[in-house]
Each structure stands twice: as C-alpha cells, then as structure tokens.
C-alpha cells in the first residue's frame, strides 16, 4: 500500500509505493493528490539517511551482545580484544551479532556502510537486512562510532530513487549536526520500515 511520510519540522513529505520514491513535496499537494494512501506522520526532518563508514569495525570487529546476554555481558557493544577472542573462540557468534548490529545501525539512521566486509556471515546479514555498501571517505570521520563525527549523509531523494531515508527528531540539518545519530525516530529501507523508535 503507498504511504506517504511527513514531517512536523517542514511539512515535507514523501510517497513510497513498494521500494521506491514515487513523488516529493509538501504534504498538503501529495495528500490532496493521492487521497487514499496511508499516513505517517513524525517529528521533526527527514533526510536521505545516513552512512556510517565503519562498516567492519561495526559488524566484524564488535560483538553485539543478545538481550538474553545483558545479566553476564551486559547490554553496550564489546569491542578490541575481547571480542576478536569471542570471535575466534566461537566463529558462529559472527552472524547473530551481525544482524544485532544492523538494528543498531538502523536505530542511529544509517541506511548505508562502507568498508569491505570480508567474513560471509557478516556480508550476507548485511545484504539481507538491505543496508547499501559506498566507498569509504578518504578521510574518516573521528573514532568508530555509531554516530560519527561529522556524519555523512547521503545524496536527497529522487523520485524513481530507491526508498531508503531516515527521519530525526531535531529541528533541522544544524541541529542534527549538534545532537548526532541517536535522534533518529524511523529508518526505512526499501520502502519497508525498519526502526521505529519508542
């Protein structure tokens, strides 16, 4: 069914049908056209999603721990060493953690990562989950993080284009800028929604 995504922050407002973009501009002409479509309405922005250049030290070099591991490991990533030996100690743990990642990726925005995944459980939860794979910048932004400093944001929407956006609770792009990542309220991919915040 084509659902039309709008903004509190600027009325902007986008028409998905299936996986792609099928019309912009301000809700009240796109209403007023396609009558029949299912609304979605969030606050504040939405931009062409984010795309977070760590894609190996995210998804291979960082365990994401299950929910039913936080009373032994607790609940935030495990990075360096430790997780190399989990790793190493239990190749299967790759996969499961990998997908754990993604959802942590899609709760900060990010619809696309760059850098070579290399180990096939990781590639493969990656492929599925939709995520887009871009060249990495020349020069990488800050510490790996979730939430890098300066983020990177991907070409606007077309129409045509694939449906693949997020939306962030700020007032507008500078704001964004200011408070990072950990903003984002919904995250669509293929035109399905993929995150939705509480």
Same mark, same amino acid.
């Given at each position: ?11 902007? /407002? ?16 796109? #209403? ?12 504040? *922005? ?11 030290? *995210? ?18 990533? *495990? $990075?360096?060493?430790? /997780? ?10 790759? !996969?499961?953690?990998?997908?754990? !990642? ?23 939860? #990656? ?8 060249? +990495? ?22 129409? $045509? !284009?694939? /449906? ?6 700020? /007032? ?17 991919? $293929? $035109? ?5 915040? +509480?």
């Amino acid at each position: 069914m084509p659902t039309l995504h709008v903004t509190e922050a600027d009325g902007s /407002a986008v028409l998905v049908d299936g996986e792609r973009v099928t019309a912009l501009g301000p809700y009240e002409e796109l #209403a007023a056209a396609h009558p029949s479509v299912r609304v979605r309405r969030w606050p504040g *922005i939405l931009t062409p999603g984010l795309l977070n250049p760590y894609g190996p030290e *995210i998804l291979e070099h960082t365990y994401h721990p299950d929910p039913r591991e936080a009373d032994t490991l607790g609940t935030v990533p *495990i $990075g360096g060493e430790r /997780a190399r030996e989990m790793f190493r100690a239990n190749p299967s743990l790759l !996969g499961p953690s990998a997908r754990r !990642g993604v959802q942590r990726l899609f709760a900060h925005g990010t619809v696309a990562v760059a850098g070579e995944l290399r180990a096939k459980p990781v590639l493969e939860a #990656a492929q599925r989950s939709g995520l887009a794979f871009a060249a +990495r910048p020349q020069a990488l932004p800050g510490p790996v993080s979730l939430s890098p400093k300066p983020l990177v944001l991907l070409p606007a929407l077309t129409v $045509g !284009g694939p /449906a693949r956006f997020a939306v962030f609770d700020v /007032a507008d792009r500078e704001d964004l800028v200011r408070r990072g990542a950990g903003t984002c309220v919904a995250t669509v991919i $293929g $035109g399905r929604l993929v995150y939705r915040g +509480r």
